[in-house]
């Protein structure tokens, strides 16, 4: 069963929408798995991220992702839909 899943269109330092991240939990797994295309260099890949600080912050509402694109180090930082949806409003 998922416990969390997202799918993001990501940004570069443009403002272009140019990347993208999925992340997938399944309950009872220890890592999330991650697709991911860097907005900023094109870079693609796929690995596992341990469900802990310094990938994941916070709790609920306030978790936060820290995302480094593999080739370049461009940085992302996510945080939950329910969260930008709140400050949109």
Do not use: A, H
Request: glycine share 8%; net charge positive; with cysteine.
């Amino acid at each position: 069963m998922i416990e969390y899943i997202t799918t993001r269109i990501l940004e570069n330092s443009k403002g272009e929408k140019k990347g993208m991240v999925r992340i997938l939990k399944l309950i009872g797994e220890e890592s999330g798995k991650i697709e991911f295309k860097c907005p900023e260099c094109g870079y693609e890949g796929k690995w596992e991220e341990k469900w802990e600080e310094p990938f994941v912050i916070g709790k609920g509402i306030n978790q936060k992702f820290n995302l480094k694109c593999k080739n370049c180090d461009y940085r992302i930082k996510l945080s939950k839909l329910k969260k930008e949806i709140k400050k949109k409003s």
